[in-house]
């Protein structure tokens, strides 16, 4: 088969697997990618939809690898880190979640999610410092993550602290 051709199936793959995404539909992603195999493992975009596909089916574990093989083929996509640091959370391992977000972090500074993430997964360690300066930051980006901070499970270990109430912009939970 041409390049053109495998080219312009990987390119109709691609959308396919985005459109079953978008609705909803993550086993029909995951099956239109997995029909593809070889040619959409290199294809950053494609592991990229491979990982989303099994993430999105908490499937965790797998969706790293073709996580991990989308950023070898484009290692500045903050997507694809949050994505990442995402599964790693799940999978318990929130050292490597911090790492992945952090990579994210030096490519896009001003995205306030990514600092937002990381303030949660820093909370999750209890490391109080590093969690109330990334969620300042975060805020300070984009106050709209005030709306949030309520119902994130993930800040627990710091409800009673009287800083993270002051940078949260609240008194009582």
């Not at 089916?57 to 070898?72: C, G, M, N, T, V």
């Not at 209890?126 to 993930?154: H, K, T, V, Y």
């Amino acid at each position: 088969m041409t390049t053109y051709l495998l080219r312009e199936r990987l390119l109709r793959t691609r959308r396919e697997a985005e459109g079953y995404l978008e609705l909803g539909m993550p086993e029909h992603a995951l099956h239109s990618l997995q029909r593809r195999g070889k040619v959409v493992h290199a294809d950053a975009r494609g592991c990229y939809l491979l990982g989303e596909s099994l993430r999105e089916l908490r499937r965790y574990r797998e969706a790293i690898f073709p996580l991990k093989r989308s950023l070898e083929l484009i290692p500045d996509d903050i997507h694809v880190w949050m994505a990442l640091g995402w599964c790693y959370k799940r999978t318990g391992d929130v050292a490597r979640a911090i790492d992945a977000l952090e990579q994210a972090v030096e490519i896009e500074p001003g995205e306030a999610i990514l600092h937002y993430n990381l303030a949660c997964y820093w909370s999750l360690v209890r490391d109080r410092r590093q969690s109330l300066r990334c969620l300042s930051r975060a805020l300070n980006i984009d106050g709209n993550f005030r709306d949030f901070i309520a119902s994130e499970s993930d800040f627990d270990p710091l409800r009673n602290d009287p800083l993270f109430k002051n940078i949260a912009g609240v008194g009582e939970f």
